[in-house]
């Protein structure tokens, strides 16, 4: 199996590559077009600023050929907030796949949420065999609301979706590669069972 993580300089990719290797698979960091488009199951990840991100995408033409793709994708973090339609984060223009718009979280709470948090409402083969309530890692300003391609909720402050899918697309706000044996499992099931 050809696992591509997209290398565009907005993620912390090793850490990822290192989850994956520790199931036992290899991945490689990629940007090129070619191999992407040749790989099974192709990692998105994404820390950093909404739109510093989406420029770098734009500049390698990353920007066209994400939403084009029909192997499995996982967008992490940042990677599945640039997958929606837009961010209130720099006033961004997003990669269009997800119809929600990411927004901040209210003055109400502590902003960045950082820490471990529960997922619920889990909708998805991504998350086969992970408990419902089971802790995840996090660490984020904006968030998706919930809408008809959420696939798994947490709460802060809010209900917002924790996880995303809409076709071969699936995003997870958490860190899987941060978020300990259930992280592992659900890297697991989206690279056997998706």
């Given at each position: 199996m050809k696992i591509v993580i997209i290398d565009y300089g907005?993620?912390?990719?090793?850490?990822?590559?290192?989850?994956?290797?520790?199931?036992?698979?290899?991945?490689v960091l990629s940007h090129d077009v070619d191999?992407?488009?040749?790989?099974?199951?192709?990692?998105?990840?994404?820390?950093?600023?909404?739109?510093?991100?989406?420029?770098?995408?734009?500049a390698t033409g990353l920007d066209k050929l994400i939403p084009n793709l029909k192997q499995p994708v996982l967008g992490i973090c940042l990677g599945m907030q640039l997958m929606c339609h837009s961010s209130e984060e720099g006033n961004t223009e997003g990669l269009g796949i997800f119809d929600l718009d990411v927004v901040k979280f209210s003055n109400a709470v502590k902003v960045p949420q950082i820490g471990w948090n529960q997922i619920s409402d889990l909708k998805s083969d991504l998350f086969k065999g992970i408990p419902e309530q089971s802790y995840i890692y996090l660490v984020h300003s904006f968030y998706a609301p919930l809408g008809?391609?959420?696939?798994?909720?947490?709460?802060?402050?809010?209900?917002?979706?924790?996880?995303?899918?809409?076709?071969?697309?699936?995003?997870?706000?958490f860190h899987p590669e941060k978020s300990s044996d259930v992280g592992s499992d659900i890297l697991r099931n989206?690279?056997?069972?998706?």
């Open positions: 907005a993620g912390n990719i090793q850490s990822i590559k290192f989850s994956i290797q520790r199931l036992g698979y290899e991945a191999e992407i488009l040749a790989a099974d199951k192709v990692i998105f990840p994404g820390v950093g600023e909404a739109s510093s991100a989406m420029e770098k995408l734009r008809k391609e959420t696939i798994a909720t947490s709460e802060y402050g809010l209900n917002y979706s924790a996880a995303l899918q809409k076709d071969n697309f699936f995003g997870v706000q989206f690279l056997t069972v998706i």
